[in-house]
């Protein structure tokens, strides 16, 4: 049986980008509790600058949206990472295994990194090192498969490479797992700037599509998406019409087309934009919908969570105490 492992990190309402990069990939493994494991990774949301109460309400947001969007907690276990010490106990030993230099590296390190300063904050030391607990996030379970978009598949590599280099060194405790990506919208663009992808920490929302906006914002946020010139008519071309090709890949995800394909059976890009926001809106509205329910009854999300961090704990203790031994340290 393969083994899954991924998470959201809760900086902001979550997007169109990480439904269609991840959540929709999680949602549709076959699910079975002990190897469809998917966490709120709620440490990583510390690393920059943060509000304590928004964090605990963003998470309990993305618990309850990630239920909405069809995890059943009786054939996975969906849990929040700080319930479960085995994460950070393990993030240090990997963060002996890791170099600074290969953390330094990280393109979300460095794009990060960059925004701190342009705010004139300082930079979080966990900025640097959070891909290394994200390995161990990772590791702890053994996943075989990590359903991820793009922009975490550099982080996926270092953790297969720290487990690697783990193994070689001390025994092999770890499982070396790969990166899983959708077929399309692998990477949704910022519809206001289709050169940067949808995140949901960006401060302009007016690119994002929330999983929680309502219709008529979805579709004025697609009506207004940046477009090119036009000249041509409507081709898919991701280097030079970036925006028309996001709409193309957002809307092949919805529909299940192929962009090229779907590109054919336009002229101007009003039609494709109209085609696009119907997508998105009927692709989001029974999410919507569970959502509203689930969040009438808080007391029942709590109660998945605390039953998926114990038997998330009961999963990574074994893996993780496996660890300390092999990396030289004596059994309490
Ligand atoms: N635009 C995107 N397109 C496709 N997939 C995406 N993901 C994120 N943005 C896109 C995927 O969603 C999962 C959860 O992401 P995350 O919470 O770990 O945060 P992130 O990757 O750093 O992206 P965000 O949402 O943009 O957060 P901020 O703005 O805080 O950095 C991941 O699998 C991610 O690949």
């Not at 990630?66 to 085995?86: K, N, W």
């Not at 219709?215 to 019409?241: C, H, L």
């Not at 002229?267 to 085609?275: F, H, N």
Request: hydrophobic share 40%; with cysteine; net charge negative.
């Amino acid at each position: 049986m393969t083994r899954i492992f991924s998470g959201v990190k809760p900086t902001g309402h979550l997007t169109l980008g990480n439904y269609l990069g991840a959540v929709r990939q999680w949602v549709a493994t076959d699910q079975k509790p002990d190897d469809a494991l998917f966490c709120v990774v709620d440490l990583h949301a510390l690393t920059v600058e943060h509000d304590p109460a928004r964090v605990r309400r963003l998470s309990r947001q993305a618990a309850t949206l990630l239920l909405a969007a069809g995890l059943d907690p009786d054939r996975c276990t969906l849990f929040v990472q700080s319930h479960v010490d085995e994460h950070t106990r393990l993030a240090y030993l990997l963060e002996c295994t890791a170099t600074d230099g290969e953390l330094r590296r990280m393109i979300q390190y460095r794009e990060k990194t960059a925004r701190a300063q342009a705010a004139g904050e300082g930079v979080r030391l966990s900025l640097l090192t959070y891909p290394v607990l994200m390995a161990a996030d990772i590791l702890a379970y053994g996943a075989d498969e990590v359903p991820v978009g793009e922009d975490q598949r550099q982080h996926v590599e270092l953790t297969r490479d720290l487990a690697v280099r783990f193994n070689q060194r001390y025994g092999p405790v770890f499982t070396v797992p790969k990166a899983t990506l959708p077929a399309v919208a692998a990477r949704v663009m910022d519809l206001q700037d289709p050169t940067s992808k949808m995140g949901k920490s960006h401060e302009n929302g007016a690119g994002i599509v929330y999983l929680l906006d309502e219709p008529e914002v979805v579709r004025r946020k697609v009506m207004r998406a940046v477009t090119d010139s036009g000249e041509g008519g409507v081709v898919y071309d991701r280097a030079a019409r970036p925006g028309v090709a996001n709409l193309l890949d957002i809307l092949a995800a919805c529909t299940g087309g192929e962009p090229e394909e779907l590109a054919r059976g336009y002229e101007q890009y009003g039609p494709l934009k109209r085609d696009v926001a119907d997508a998105v809106v009927e692709l989001l509205r029974p999410l919507r919908e569970r959502h509203a329910e689930l969040a009438a009854d808080p007391g029942e999300v709590e109660r998945v969570l605390r039953a998926g961090a114990g038997r998330a704990r009961a999963l990574a203790r074994p893996v993780v105490d496996r660890a300390y031994e092999a990396i030289g340290l004596l059994a309490p």
